[in-house]
């Protein structure tokens, strides 16, 4: 059973800073790409930021400049370092990550998101 934990959610003004994390656990061979992904109310979900085993990074055009994504993949983790958050970046923030259980198996998973307020 693998599971992705996120954390580092939380209300914060504009302008402000968070700092996500996303931690994957259980059966875990490697682990390829892997990202966050945001839902506001009303919205469909959509991508942020994603980053590959080898640390290669894509932004959402929103958001270049503002947020960071890394990893450690010792610890089978991602990050996301938001910074001058706006109001508009309000919303579910979601891990994704594509885990591998052998060599030729590998799956999609979803964590359960953590919330992102940031006030004006």
């Known amino acids: 059973q693998v599971q992705l934990v996120e954390s580092g959610g939380g209300l914060v003004q504009a302008g402000g800073s968070l700092r996500l994390s996303c931690a994957a656990s259980?059966?875990?061979?490697?682990?390829?790409?892997m990202g966050w992904y945001r839902q506001a109310p009303g919205k469909q979900r959509e991508l942020v930021a994603v980053?590959?085993?080898?640390?290669?990074?894509n932004y959402a055009s929103s958001v270049k400049g503002r947020f960071s994504i890394s990893r450690d993949n010792a610890e089978n983790t991602v990050y996301l370092q938001m910074n001058s958050l706006k109001p508009e970046d309000t919303a579910v923030y979601y891990c994704?990550?594509?885990?591998?259980?052998?060599?030729?198996?590998?799956?999609?998973?979803w964590g359960k998101g953590t919330l992102v307020t940031v006030s004006s």
């Open positions: 980053i590959t085993r080898g640390g290669s990074a």
């Open positions: 259980g059966r875990i061979f490697s682990i390829n790409g």
């Open positions: 994704n990550a594509e885990i591998m259980s052998s060599d030729y198996y590998g799956m999609d998973y």
